[in-house]
């Protein structure tokens, strides 16, 4: 087995499938855990697990926790939030120099 750890940052909250509620936007740690393929030839390691880093809020904002997530749900996130981001770009007016 092997852990990464990777951070991925949302400009705007979000959801995910599966988890109630919304996330506000942020940088959000990501733990991927691997094994490693048997009897191959070369190395290779496959996916076990995703998981979000989530900080608590308020008094609970000293206290984190993994929630599970897929490889896709969390690419549709990132998704939707650059969709977001460039729609939001684009409706802005040009601005005029001076």
Request: net charge negative; no cysteine.
């Amino acid at each position: 087995m092997r852990t990464s750890r990777t951070s991925v940052t949302f400009a705007h909250p979000f959801s995910l499938q599966g988890a109630p509620g919304t996330f506000p936007g942020g940088t959000y740690e990501v733990v991927i855990e691997e094994e490693q393929l048997q009897g191959l030839s070369f190395e290779a390691w496959r996916r076990t697990a995703t998981f979000l880093t989530v900080h608590g809020k308020g008094g609970h904002a000293r206290r984190s926790e993994w929630r599970e997530i897929s490889e896709t749900d969390l690419d549709a996130a990132l998704s939707r939030d650059r969709a977001f981001s460039d729609a939001s770009e684009a409706a802005l007016p040009p601005q005029e120099n001076f």
